[in-house]
């Protein structure tokens, strides 16, 4: 089981650029999450989802689009990205309860 | 609106210290308290305390969860340099099943 995994590893764009995230989990879990990771902020939730076909905005989600087509795959999409848009990407996935986690990406915005 | 707050924000300590990490929390309908550790990469689980399971233990780490003071602490006793990392403490509960609220995260070093 390769558990959560997350494409791109790393990424820089020029302001105003697009780009999706891709967040995959061979868990059949049914919630899948994405959050962004800033000193000193610890994680806090841009948006959610508890199933296939549903997408809820969590703490942060100004900026940020998402889609949950396919159960096991949760994408987040930068429509024009902002320096503010800088910082460590971390999709994960549950049953509810506890979370497991991907290994990240790291986006920077010039 | 759901509030979790750990401190210390930092601490530094020497190899074979005991260290208390602590996380109070705000929400509605409580249901959850996690504790992960952060290395350079992913966060990993440590633990869950619910009103079921108010305390748990794993090797030299050990959690309790007091839910008259809406807190929990993290204790690690003979500390190591592989202890090094970030705590995160979080709060599942609300109307939102599933959904955790992180606090900012204690970031523990320890040296040789």
């Known amino acids: 089981n390769a558990g959560v995994t997350q494409t791109p590893k790393f990424r820089v764009l020029k302001t105003g650029q697009s780009m999706t995230l891709l967040c995959a989990q061979d868990m059949n879990h049914e919630y899948m999450y994405w959050y962004r990771q800033d000193p000193g902020m610890g994680l806090r939730l841009i948006h959610y989802?508890?199933?296939?076909?549903?997408?809820a905005k969590g703490e942060v989600p100004d900026g940020y689009n998402v889609s949950r087509l396919k159960k096991q795959n949760f994408l987040l999409g930068l429509e024009s990205a902002a320096p503010s848009q800088t910082s460590v990407y971390f999709c994960a996935s549950s049953r509810g309860g506890t979370q497991y986690f991907g290994p990240g990406t790291r986006l920077l915005v010039l | 609106e759901d509030k979790v707050v750990q401190s210390p924000l930092s601490l530094v300590v020497h190899e074979g210290d005991t260290v208390t990490l602590n996380c109070s929390y705000e929400?509605?309908?409580?249901?959850?308290l996690l504790w992960y550790k952060q290395e350079k990469k992913a966060p990993t689980f440590l633990f869950m305390l619910?009103?079921?399971?108010i305390e748990k233990k794993s090797g030299r780490l050990s959690s309790i969860l007091d839910k008259k003071e809406l807190s929990s602490i993290l204790n690690i006793t003979a500390t190591q340099t592989g202890d090094s990392a970030i705590y995160l403490c979080?709060?599942?509960?609300?109307?939102?099943?599933?959904?955790?609220?992180f606090g900012q995260g204690t970031i523990l070093t320890v040296h040789p």
């Open positions: 989802s508890v199933g296939e076909g549903t997408t």
């Open positions: 619910t009103s079921s399971g």
């Open positions: 929400v509605t309908n409580f249901r959850s």
């Open positions: 979080a709060v599942e509960g609300g109307t939102s099943y599933g959904k955790l609220t």
